[in-house]
């Protein structure tokens, strides 16, 4: 395989094993931090993850710098 279809396969395993570990996740309530932004109003819901995307963006980059030496 070329270094762009594993990567694709990679990515799309990576996902499969996400959805399937969603209900277990759910349950961590990463998605409930402080500093996440949620508005309702009436009939109207906003949820703006502003601490969990840091918080995962932190996690993945410690990860790709780990793999990357």
């Known amino acids: 395989m ?3 279809s594993r990567t694709l ?3 799309g395993v990576l996902l499969v094993l996400i959805g399937l570990a969603w209900p277990w996740l759910a349950k961590l309530g990463l998605f409930r931090l402080p500093g996440d932004i949620v508005i309702e109003r ?3 819901k906003l949820y703006f993850p502003v601490t969990s ?5 932190l996690v993945l980059s410690l990860i790709f710098w780990l ?3």
């Open 42 to 44: 009436g009939n109207f």
């Open 67 to 69: 793999l990357r030496k």
């Open 9 to 11: 396969v990679v990515l």
């Open 2 to 4: 070329t270094g762009m």
């Open 53 to 57: 995307m840091i918080l995962i963006s």
